[in-house]
């Protein structure tokens, strides 16, 4: 099983919502901020929310009044809820540890990721 595995995006219209969500391995879960992250072609990965293990939440960016992140400690999984959707918003959302990203064998470790596309 993949430490970290993202789902739930996928093409949606300007001013929709999407639900993501990041299955993590127990270990991982317990003990760390969870962050989502989201990277377009040719541009650095960027933070849009994290939520520490207590539960204590914040945001980044142009999401901070239309995202919110949650998780569910019962299922290992942390959400990213994803309203008012524009197109600038289109990446390929990954989630992570925070503030460091997983390694495994000496290299940062990033899953699959989900692609969300909004179209205008």
């Known amino acids: 099983q993949a430490p970290l595995a993202e789902s739930g995006g996928g093409l949606v219209q300007a001013g929709g919502s999407l639900r993501l969500s990041c299955v993590v391995s127990g270990s991982l879960f317990r003990m760390n901020t969870i962050a989502w992250f989201r990277q377009t072609p040719g541009k650095q990965r960027e933070v849009v929310a994290r939520v520490s293990s207590d539960g204590a939440t914040d945001y980044a960016g142009s999401g901070k009044d239309r995202f919110i992140i949650s998780r569910d400690n019962t299922k290992n999984t942390v959400f990213l809820q994803m309203t008012s959707l524009k197109p600038e918003d289109s990446a390929v959302y990954y989630c992570?540890?925070?503030?460091?990203?997983?390694?495994?064998?000496?290299?940062?470790?990033w899953g699959q990721g989900t692609q969300v596309t909004v179209s205008s």
């Open positions: 992570n540890t925070s503030p460091f990203s997983l390694r495994i064998n000496g290299r940062d470790y």
